[in-house]
Nanobody, 128 residues
Framework: QVQLVESGGGLVQPGGSLRLSCAAS??????????MGWYRQAPGNQRELVAT???????TVADSVKGRFTISRDNDKDTVFLQMNSLKPEDTAVYYC????????????????????WGQGTQVTVSS
């Protein structure tokens, strides 16, 4: 099995910055991960896309965070990051990491494949 382990949430004042990290973890080898991304869910709201990034580095960023948030990834470490600058109170939410498809296992010749992995969520609170 593969798990996504998130870190980096917390309390920050408006205008401040936070950096979220999400690493894929398994006792086996990870050969590749397709798209990875960040979603968020505020109380009473549906989960919404924040940003995604493919293995080639192509990104999609929600209009609400464009110019303030940057998504990146380290393929060698199976990790995706979200740099959040100029944070606003409306950015307050639980942030979830997602991996679209993960190829892993003991042998590259016969990999296991799993889809739609989610992290446990990390709270981001923007408040003075």
């Amino acid at each position: 099995q593969v798990q996504l382990v998130e870190s980096g949430g917390g309390l920050v004042q408006p205008g401040g910055s936070l950096r979220l990290s999400c690493a894929a973890s398994t006792s086996k080898r990870i050969f590749s991960i397709t798209s990875m991304g960040w979603y968020r869910q505020a109380p009473g709201n549906q989960r919404e896309l924040v940003a995604t990034i493919t293995s080639d580095g192509d990104t999609t960023v929600a209009d609400s965070v464009k110019g303030r948030f940057t998504i990146s990834r380290d393929n060698d470490k199976d990790t995706v990051f979200l740099q959040m600058n100029s944070l606003k109170p409306e950015d307050t939410a639980v942030y979830y990491c997602n991996a679209e498809r993960i190829f892993y296992g003991s042998s590259l010749m016969s990999p296991e494949v799993g889809s739609d992995y989610w992290g446990q969520g990390t709270q981001v609170t923007v408040s003075s």
